[in-house]
């Protein structure tokens, strides 16, 4: 065997000797792009204060990663079906890097918009192309474990984001949170040629590419309008998105139905299996997401800690995930996706709930039965729902079941920051106005503090650091009276800025709580709808099912 594999999977007789090595580059790849998101909530103060990002800034910087990545990976899901999944996947970790180093030259926020946007079109290379090789190079009655060992990945590139990112941010900038993409991203382009066999469609036809420029549309106006509507209101902007989303979308259902090689075939959707595995995935995104939005701001915020000590907390996430995967590859063939699903989500439900119990004084140790249990949810659910939604395409359409499943994942997560995210803002402004009403201090310093949890304490800091200069010239003030004075004004303030920033502590933790009684409730909801769509009797359960279906799809394999 060479150093460079060339033999495609489709080609081989016996399952690819290496397979499992494959699994850890497909695997590495998985971990850089989930990372790219997670590391950056904790890399962002650091980065607000260097550049004097805005909220609003700040907002696209995180979401400059999200719309190319959502919008754009069905299409690039498909041609790399086409031609190559291992070249899509190589292409993807070579733009991916390529943007993580404008990322790191960025000095303004423009500059790193458009990095996070070239790392999210990278992204929408990589994501599919993880799956559709991973389903290409195992043989299906090791797919599942294979898929649970991904979404396990998955599950710990959320907990280990931050933490390699408070890691950097002890001794560097943040700048080396894009930096530390390059080296990995290129090991994996290494990994790739020598582990990863190459795979493509045996008889694809030619690409819809309407079909294809049709869901970049609608998905892309989708994605800006989950981010733009909550988070700076619903203007021009907003209404025009939602407007080409819908009928963009429209467009998209109606083309597919009537073109006869789809980009998609939507009537897939019409299995209550697929599709109750689509809305599980979503829904489960999108509470995790929002969930991990608000907790790493507590922690840091609320709490005090700094950047590696809040990404050493959220181990115990990571750590759940894994036995919750490997719980799931135990219970699903002896109770069927449905009843791992349905727990997963349940407990993802009582994760949020336990949220609810958030007050001022509540300390890290409140938060670690929700980690576990959140972690744990996640490794529950997502596995079986990953293998059913890539169990649904042929070989032929393995990068577009890949993207199907992914562009759900994207979806919910960016429902979950935005929809979750605003409503957090809304209700700690409405608490800290609350708290302060009556306040001797500036109307405007108010008006900042509500506007984010960081503002807050940044005004209290403010308000203490005038205290203390006040406090300095009493110290070397020769008039006693004078002195006097400056004494009283220097404790006024400094009573006043511990009045702040316990307000801006008890309002963010009761923003905490409602917003985690509101995710339960919708996770609640959702979790009974899935339940209600997943067939009882799980299909691949088994094996012998899943077998015929296999070789239903053998014909449009390469031989």
């Not at 650091?46 to 910087?61: C, N």
């Not at 409140?366 to 490794?379: H, K, M, N, R, T």
Request: aromatic content about 8%.
């Amino acid at each position: 065997m060479g150093l460079v594999v060339t033999e495609p999977a489709e080609r081989m007789e016996r399952p690819y000797a290496r397979r499992w090595w494959a699994l850890l580059v497909l695997c590495l790849s998985l971990l850089i792009i989930v990372m790219a998101n997670t590391a950056l909530t904790v890399a962002a103060p650091d980065m607000t204060q260097d550049l004097g990002l805005s909220s609003a800034d700040l907002q696209w910087v995180i979401d400059g990663y999200t719309v190319p990545y959502a919008a754009l990976m069905l299409l690039l899901g498909a041609i790399g079906d086409k031609y190559s999944r291992r070249g899509a996947l190589v292409l993807g970790l070579v733009v991916f890097g390529a943007g993580a180093v404008l990322g790191y030259l960025a000095d303004s926020s423009t500059a790193v918009i458009a990095a996070r946007a070239v790392m999210g079109a990278g992204a929408a290379m990589i994501m599919p192309a993880t799956l559709s090789l991973l389903a290409a190079t195992f043989p299906r009655a090791e797919r599942a474990k294979a898929i649970t060992l991904w979404t396990a990945t998955a599950g710990l590139a959320i907990a280990a984001g931050p933490l390699v990112a408070g890691a950097l941010l002890e001794h560097h900038g943040w700048s080396s949170t894009f930096l530390i993409n390059v080296p990995v991203a290129a090991l994996a382009v290494v990994g790739a040629f020598v582990l990863v066999p190459p795979s493509r469609a045996g008889h694809r036809e030619r690409i819809d590419y309407v079909g294809g420029l049709l869901s970049v549309v609608w998905t892309g106006a989708l994605v800006y309008m989950i981010i733009e509507g909550p988070h700076f209101g619903w203007g021009v902007r907003a209404i025009t998105a939602a407007a080409v989303a819908g009928a963009g979308l429209v467009a998209f259902v109606l083309w597919e139905l009537r073109h006869p090689r789809p980009l998609l075939d939507v009537r897939r959707f019409t299995d209550r299996r697929f599709a109750g595995s689509n809305l599980a995935v979503a829904l489960f995104f999108l509470a995790v997401f929002g969930a991990f939005y608000y907790l790493t701001q507590h922690l840091q915020f609320v709490l005090g800690y700094d950047a590696l000590d809040t990404g050493l907390r959220m181990l115990p996430l990571a750590g759940a995930v894994f036995v919750g995967s490997a719980l799931t590859g135990y219970l699903t063939p002896r109770v069927g996706m449905k009843w791992t699903v349905t727990a997963g989500m349940v407990g993802g439900t009582a994760a949020l709930a336990l949220l609810t119990r958030v007050d001022a004084g509540s300390s890290y140790g409140d938060f670690v039965a929700p980690l576990v249990v959140l972690g744990l949810a996640i490794g529950l659910a997502l596995s079986p729902c990953t293998d059913a939604i890539m169990g649904a395409f042929p070989e032929s359409e393995l990068g577009v079941g890949g993207a199907v499943n992914d562009t759900s994942l994207e979806l919910g997560g960016s429902l979950g920051i935005a929809v979750l995210g605003s409503l957090l803002a809304t209700s700690y402004s409405g608490h800290l106005s609350d708290a302060t009403a009556g306040s001797k201090l500036p109307a405007s310093s108010l008006e900042t503090a509500q506007d984010s949890v960081g503002a807050g304490y940044a005004v209290a800091r403010g308000i203490g650091d005038k205290a203390r200069q006040l406090a300095e010239q009493a110290a070397h003030t020769s008039d006693p009276q004078q002195a006097e004075r400056l004494r009283a004004q220097a404790e006024q303030l400094g009573a006043g800025a511990r009045r702040m920033a316990d307000a801006v502590g008890s309002s963010f933790a009761d923003a905490v709580a409602h917003t985690s009684l509101v995710g339960a409730v919708v996770l609640g909801v959702g979790t009974l709808l899935v339940a209600l769509l997943l067939p009882g009797k799980d299909r691949t359960a088994d094996g012998g099912p899943a077998e015929d279906r296999e070789r239903e799809l053998q014909p449009s394999a390469t031989r």
